[in-house]
């Protein structure tokens, strides 16, 4: 069994952002591999951050972001269980970056059903003249369109969309992650997005 070290538990707690005891049974149970630790450590996370889904969330901040130049802002209300998490610089850190992409990303609403039915409708109409236009045959035409409206949902809807600062990440992943480092269950209630003329 690999000896843990004070460098070793301080390198993944700086990684992880996990207490100092959990980063050293993490290296316990993993023989000091790092990479496997990570793993372990995200795998306890993921599953206290389940436990906490359904938790009450009526705590939290509004927090607003103005871009440079002054020319486009978000403001996002992102809720947690207490006033004193609220409170906490990774919480606010969470929310801040949450307005960042918001206001990078630009997405359409939180979930399908935040988006128009309007805008859904044109979408359709869209797909199916382009599927039509390429000679697809009109017995798969509405499976194309079901599929385009379904990639569609994922690019628009903030939950699913990529995170702007690491992209292998949705922002539903990034929610659950800080879910597991904070130990309390937050959510992204609404939010707005403000661009000069528009």
């Known amino acids: 069994m690999a000896e ?14 996990s207490g100092m005891m959990d980063c050293k049974k993490a290296l316990a149970e993993n023989d000091g591999d790092l990479e496997k630790s990570l ?7 993921l599953a206290k951050a389940q436990k906490r889904a359904g938790r009450a969330t009526s705590e939290g901040i509004i927090y607003s972001y ?25 919480f606010q850190e969470f929310a801040k ?17 935040d988006i128009p039915q309007s805008v859904v409708d044109r979408e359709r109409e869209i797909y199916r003249s382009q599927a039509l236009e ?9 499976k194309i369109v079901e599929g385009q409206v379904q990639k569609f949902y994922k690019d628009s809807c903030l939950m699913s ?17 800080t879910i597991g480092k904070i130990g309390e269950n937050i959510q992204v209630r609404r ?8």
């Open 4 to 17: 843990i070290t004070a460098a070793m538990v301080k390198e993944l707690r700086d990684q992880t952002g």
């Open 39 to 45: 793993d372990f450590l995200r795998k306890k996370g």
């Open 66 to 90: 103005i871009h440079a130049g002054s020319k486009l802002g978000v403001m996002v209300e992102v809720n947690c269980e207490s006033d004193f998490v609220a409170k906490t610089e990774d």
């Open 97 to 113: 970056n949450i307005a960042m992409h918001i206001a990078a990303i630009n997405p359409a609403g939180l979930n399908p059903e």
């Open 134 to 142: 390429q000679g697809k045959p009109e017995n798969i035409v509405d």
């Open 161 to 177: 969309q990529p995170y702007v600062k690491d992209p292998k990440k949705t922002i539903s992943e990034m929610i659950t992650e």
């Open 191 to 198: 939010f707005v997005r403000f661009q000069l003329g528009e």
